[in-house]
């Protein structure tokens, strides 16, 4: 098959009885590979194409014929109940009450004694085993010696009958009698020599598929639903769905303790990604994970000996498989294809290492809600391409696709030209760039409890989904993702030993307490002064929103002395607080008009000298500063949203924050709507314009010199570097 | 001298050379007394008027001869210097930087290794007293074995040369090289002597002086000033100004163990009223108001000796004599005289126990920043008055008073007039309702750890000076300042034993883990049942901004299930929240037109169950609520700043947590600009127009029945009624 400008790269989703229009659009869009959706198959006249072929492949479901014979291997969770708050000295309480029934079964084969827990929440006390009881017919928990008025819970370990993506899709699509894929536990022995025979079975049958794609693997990330058919709890990164009897036992074996209930419930805070992980929880994610990584290899060497490419969803089923993880490189995937929904999604896929390529999934999806009459799906295939590309620029995934039915897509001419034309930029894109490192100004090192782990993941609820309380730290990284700076993701525990050389500025950022901003950690005064060190000593420190908090000394911000900021906790309000004058300008917003947007309020942050530089304020508060501190600089910001403007102020923050604002207008688009990306190996740069209007931009090379260029719409413009003279030519 | 609806109960305040036209606002106002002020003196002319004769009297400061010779007897005060990064092994802090050198001076002759403390604050450990040295000539601390980059800071015991009032009028009004006053300390030997001796000397020399005006007693409440000769730190509540080492060797002898500088320090929040008082603190509190009001008492028996009146200023060196503790009655006043900004501070006066008037005084002060050409200060009187006169219809002063000078005033023929005309409507509230309770429909209790000490005194920094964090509890006391319900104040340790039989409804308000909100109280089950309990039987519960919050259980509202809110913390963002549509309309908002304005945003409360009536919400966040909780009910209010329309939904959320929507219309009147109060034992109704502008209303009477009343601009109408049928006639 061919490979060039025109061809190759590109993944286009199938459609049964859309032949002959699948074979246009493989022409048109120079597509090279098909594959087939959840609810989509692939006849033989599809498998006949000249392409390559990708078929979805369900380990842990979808074969409910087995499943039902082994109920007793149906993967397991622990839930909490609500709060029931006991009015006399007994209490009953139903644990199946909230829960929706057809995914959520207690579990009364193993001893509820030995698995499940009662907690009075008001003492934050476990009741004694003796003081409750289970019936196992109404699943009715009864309560003695409860004291009135305190409340209690229950923790219960279920099965979980309904996989919960396929019942997402089958309640959100209206699936009616289509069978309830009961998701199996492949840690258990008859799961276990199912999986690999049903693979090994299903390679035979499906000779002609080239690609297979695991969707995912073994364990579901959290999600469980309420008795009103609706979303009652999602974590993307929960390990929840990962627990057994035989695990826990397995891993008591090993670690020589045991974990309970709580430790997984954790008050309905369910070890989310925004709980600073518990010693306990960070154990059993790497006990998992080694199981994972194995169970994962083993399938992977059998699509090899098949002769078939393995690869992954980012995605579903992905418990344990983290491709930041210290195993992923032992599962020996081919490659790694997800969402992308912007330049924070597309680095999350396109930095993974260890595999032979990436593969980022493109929005709009072919679906009603977008190709209805009236509607130009156009508008938002430019911005999801013009907000990835970004990222694409500094680290490109090595094929793109795109899903849903074909068949709708193909009757919006406008937009089928529209990905022919992004296709061909993409590949000529990756013709220019691919394998050579963009020049990168500095090493910028998001610092979190997760670090590595969850590289571009961080403030991350459901995947791509927005919440009011991230949305604020969200922007951090799709400004990241796109800027002339390498980005790492390092975790408190990675910097306790020192920080490395390379890094130049630390950013930290979350709401207090939070993994993201560290909570306890804070009570460490080595590390703390290590930090106050570095930074003393010529670093940079961005602190967004609540950085380093943790009450203890009369501070909040236990790098309050870096930032020159902390935040009123009521307390000392007697103090009286004086410098609250912005500054009539600032390097840090030179770029900007109009209001600094910090996203959602931080009540009570106040600068705590005069030497403060207080850039912006609202309603009082300190939103936007700068603290000179020895050789480096804190900076403070309450939140950044992502948008052009905030990007820029992220990027002169860096530079400010390294007391180096002299070399920041040194291979820089001025434009804030424009993104220049150097590639010296090349000697190229491309100027991308990051809007689908023209933009007129003054360009500084390598020297600082300028040039004013024109952009069209959603231009990229590509150039010449000079690398003796460092010169830039169009 | 007369006393009638055209004289009496006003005090003038007088000027040198205005000696006919005092005379003549004399009769106008039918004042019956003049007072001298800060600043001002008494002349003989004036003394031979017909008018009790008030006189400023300072026993503590204004007699630097004696101060001077004792400065070793000057009061004291524990200070901390602010944080000092070491960036080496050795670190030297200036304990005088950033204090008033003029008002502060650090005290070496008692050994600083005994009264001083040097902190790392970055360990929160006490350094050692072998490894710093005071050089007492320059005023360095200087640290050895410091541990580079954590921060020191040095408590610091020192004189206060300057008493805090007369610095601050001092500077404020540019008095130049007038002496400054040095407080002394009474606690000492020979002023212990010097103010009795003073007093009576004073006596002898002004017999014509009828009313002694204590301003006040010994101890200024906290309030220091920086190098710039601004304010740096003030708390109207704190005794960090009463300390000595006499002082705490005392306290050391009778409570067995010693009070050390970081007891009052405090990381610098120096025991602020919105710290949850300590053990300790309460301890040291009670122990100086003993001892103030034992001394106090001495010098009002050489008044009464002197057959004079002893009254008391309210505010300056008040501490230790707070008029709700438990020893003020020993002081034996005649009366108490404050400041009136508004409904809150006139009943914070009217409402002190044990004396035999109060008396208000009330805005404008006669000062130029009000009284100049083109302004019309009559604006600013009417404003006052019927702000506080809410409040005088529930609890009234004794006395109306004025401050400043005359002879502005006397500039402003229609303020001398509306003066006039308010002192007649004084005198005629006094004559229907003096002595007569009012009639209350329910009775409300304050919440928060200072109970009835600091009654109407919650949430206040510096007496009625506004603060962003407070505002939006303030209204909560403004409003119940003149609701026809009896307001309490309770502290948390009142109801440990029991929540007393007559109170209906309990309001618990502030921000987390101050004294207002409770901190750690909450983490006391019994507590927390009880309260349960309590509301479940029947009562209501009130909570506002961040009520009974004490993360434990998975709650960061202990009460909770009481309110059916609570805050996201960031920990459980993954539990879908669902119950975000508002209620087209509700009992508790029947009379608001347009938003709810609750003030300071509380980020991310929201309604734990779909039973919660969720009343009004804003940025995704739960502003008013409410839930039914057994036969009580809790509400939840963001904040509730004073306005009329707050009043009128505090009013009905009273009535709706007790579930007795029924009773509201008795005894009101429906416009939220009026008021209607019912004084039974006198068969009198007074109808208020809250307003300068004309309003129509329904007034109900106690059978709920109608009629409209048109009431002219701050018209006051009195109307009878009948005992019997409760029937209102006007």
């Not at 289509?178 to 999986?195: C, G, L, W, Y």
């Not at 009103?228 to 090993?254: I, N």
């Not at 010529?538 to 009450?551: D, M, R």
């Not at 990229?716 to 570097?721: H, N």
Request: hydrophobic residues 35%.
């Amino acid at each position: 098959m061919k490979k060039d400008i025109k061809h190759g790269r590109l993944t286009l989703p199938t459609e049964l009885d859309f032949l002959e229009e699948t074979q246009e659009l493989l022409e048109k869009w120079g597509a090279d590979a098909i594959r087939n959706s959840d609810g989509t198959e692939l006849d033989e006249t599809l498998l006949n194409l000249d392409a390559k072929v990708y078929s979805t492949y369900f380990v842990a479901r979808g074969d409910n014929e087995f499943a039902l014979q082994h109920l007793d291997e149906t993967q397991q969770i622990f839930v909490r109940t609500d709060y029931h708050t006991a009015t006399s000295t007994t209490l009953e309480i139903n644990v199946q009450d909230g829960f929706l029934e057809e995914q959520i079964a207690p579990d009364t084969t193993h001893d509820p004694k030995k698995w499940w827990q009662v907690h009075n929440r008001t003492t934050d006390e476990l009741v004694d085993v003796s003081d409750w009881s289970v019936d196992t017919e109404t699943n009715i928990v009864t309560i003695k010696n409860t004291e009135p008025f305190h409340e209690y819970t229950v923790n219960v370990l279920v099965y979980m009958r309904w996989d919960p993506t396929q019942m997402y899709n089958h309640i959100t699509n209206n699936w009616g009698d289509k069978a309830k894929e009961i998701p199996f536990d492949v840690r258990q022995p008859n799961s276990q020599e199912h999986m690999k025979k049903a693979l090994r079975a299903w390679c035979e049958a499906n000779p002609k598929v080239d690609v297979v794609r695991f969707t995912t693997f073994f364990y579901h990330f959290t999600l469980f639903f309420n008795d009103k058919r609706k979303e009652k709890f999602v974590d993307w990164f929960g390990y929840g769905s990962s627990v057994s009897p035989r695990a826990l036992e397995a891993f008591e074996a090993e670690y020589g303790y045991r974990l309970y209930a709580e430790d997984f419930v954790q008050n309905g805070a369910y070890n989310t990604t925004f709980v600073p992980p518990s010693k306990k929880y960070l154990d059993y994610i790497d006990f998992q994970q080694r199981f994972v990584a194995e169970q994962a290899k083993a399938l992977v060497e059998i699509v090899h000996e098949y002769g078939k490419e393995a690869i992954m969803f980012l995605g579903d089923n992905w418990i344990g498989t983290e491709p930041y993880g210290p195993y992923f490189k032992d599962i020996g995937l081919d490659a790694v294809v997800g969402s992308v929904g912007g330049g924070q999604t597309l680095r999350l896929i396109s930095d993974i290492p260890h595999v032979k390529y990436t593969e980022g999934r493109f929005l709009p999806y072919f679906f009603p809600d977008t190709f209805f009459e009236g509607n130009d799906p156009t508008i938002e295939g430019i911005d999801n391409w013009i907000t990835a590309r970004r990222a694409i620029m500094r680290k490109p995934v090595s094929r793109i696709g795109y899903g849903g039915y074909p068949s709708l897509a193909y009757k919006f001419p406008k937009f089928v030209d529209f990905v022919a034309n992004t296709a061909d930029e993409f590949r000529t894109i990756l013709t220019n760039i691919e394998g050579k490192k963009p020049h990168s100004k500095k090493t910028v090192a998001v610092l979190n409890a997760w670090g590595k782990l969850r590289s571009w993941q961080a403030f991350m609820v459901a995947h791509a989904l927005h919440y009011k309380q991230i949305y604020s730290y969200m922007g951090i990284l799709e400004s990241l993702s796109g800027l002339d700076v390498d980005v790492e993701f390092i975790s408190f525990e990675d910097i306790k030993a020192g920080i490395p050389e390379h890094i130049d500025v630390i950013i930290n950022a979350g709401d207090a307490h939070t993994a993201f901003s560290g909570g306890a950690v804070w009570d460490d005064p080595t590390f703390v002064s290590n930090l106050r060190k570095w930074v003393y000593e010529g670093h940079g420190f961005i602190g967004v929103g609540e950085p380093s908090a943790y009450e203890k000394g009369g501070r909040f911000f236990q790098l309050a002395d870096i930032l020159g900021i902390d935040k009123e906790l009521g307390y000392t309000l007697s103090v009286d607080k004086y410098f609250d004058k912005t500054l009539a300008s600032h390097f840090i917003t030179e770029d900007l008009k109009g209001d600094f947007n910090y996203g959602e309020q931080i009540n009570n942050t106040y600068a705590l000298t005069e030497n403060v530089e207080v850039i912006k304020m609202d309603n009082e508060n300190v939103t936007l500063s700068a603290n000179t501190y020895g050789k480096g600089r804190g900076i403070y910001m309450m939140g950044i949203p992502y948008s052009h403007e905030n990007t820029r102020i992220l990027n002169r923050a860096i530079f400010y924050s390294l007391q180096e604002e002299d070399k920041f207008k040194q291979f820089l688009s001025l434009n804030i709507h424009t993104e220049l990306n150097v590639y010296k190996e090349g000697h190229k740069v491309a100027l991308l314009n990051n809007t689908n209007e023209v933009q007129l931009t003054t360009v500084y090379d390598g020297h600082g010199n300028a040039q004013d260029i024109t952009l069209q719409p959603a231009e990229i413009k590509w150039g010449e570097l000079n690398e003796q003279t460092l010169e830039i030519t169009f």
